[in-house]
């Protein structure tokens, strides 16, 4: 949807907004999607879905799962000379947990009312802005990695594919034998 209004001639600065509120929901909804894949940690965390400060649901998701952003990823081919399998590589451009409630508080900040007194926003540069963010965030979900609360397993999820595809890999001890 937020790509759709900010690729599109604006009518007005609602566009805009309505973008801005698209994406502040999506990023919200990402940040704490990793964790309802893990039922019971979900129910542990439902406290982290009342905080009133959105810095605080970061805490709190860190605090069950360090790893809970999801991590874009590039699937290279398998190596046919060598034999190597294919590896998924971080992708460059995306959003990452560095950088997301940074992100989403330029974004929340563009929906408040502006002061009348102090100059008016560059409409311009945040329509930028607000590109940009959408481009971080699908290139973040179309292919991603995600580490379950526990750090035992990994989900891989594919939305670029059609139908969607996800994957969920075990991690094996690392051994000498």
């Known amino acids: 949807e937020a790509r759709g209004l900010l690729y599109k001639k604006p009518s007005d600065e609602r566009d805009l907004l309505y973008a801005v509120l698209q994406l502040r929901i999506a990023i919200e909804e990402t940040a704490c999607a990793s964790l309802i894949a893990n039922r019971a940690s979900f129910e542990d965390a439902e406290k982290a879905f009342r905080l009133k400060r959105f810095e605080d649901v970061q805490k709190a998701l860190k605090s069950l799962n360090p790893s809970y952003w999801p991590e874009a990823v590039k699937e290279t081919a398998p190596e046919s000379?060598?034999?190597?399998?294919a590896s998924f590589n971080p992708v460059e451009d995306a959003l990452t947990d560095?950088?997301?409630?940074?992100?989403?508080?330029?974004?929340s900040s563009m929906l408040h009312m502006q002061n009348p007194w102090l100059p008016k926003h560059d409409i311009k540069?945040?329509?930028?802005?607000?590109?940009?963010?959408?481009?971080?965030?699908?290139?973040?979900?179309?292919?991603?990695?995600?580490?379950?609360?526990?750090?035992?397993?990994?989900?891989?999820?594919q939305v670029w594919a059609s139908p969607v595809r996800a994957y969920s890999f075990g991690l094996v001890p690392n051994s000498d034998t």
Do not use: E, P
């Not at 000379?81 to 399998?85: L, R, S």
């Open 125 to 157: 540069r945040n329509h930028q802005f607000a590109r940009t963010v959408v481009n971080k965030l699908v290139t973040t979900l179309n292919s991603h990695v995600t580490k379950l609360v526990g750090g035992k397993y990994f989900v891989m999820a």
């Open 98 to 107: 560095a950088d997301w409630l940074k992100i989403w508080g330029k974004l």
């Open 81 to 85: 000379k060598t034999g190597a399998v």
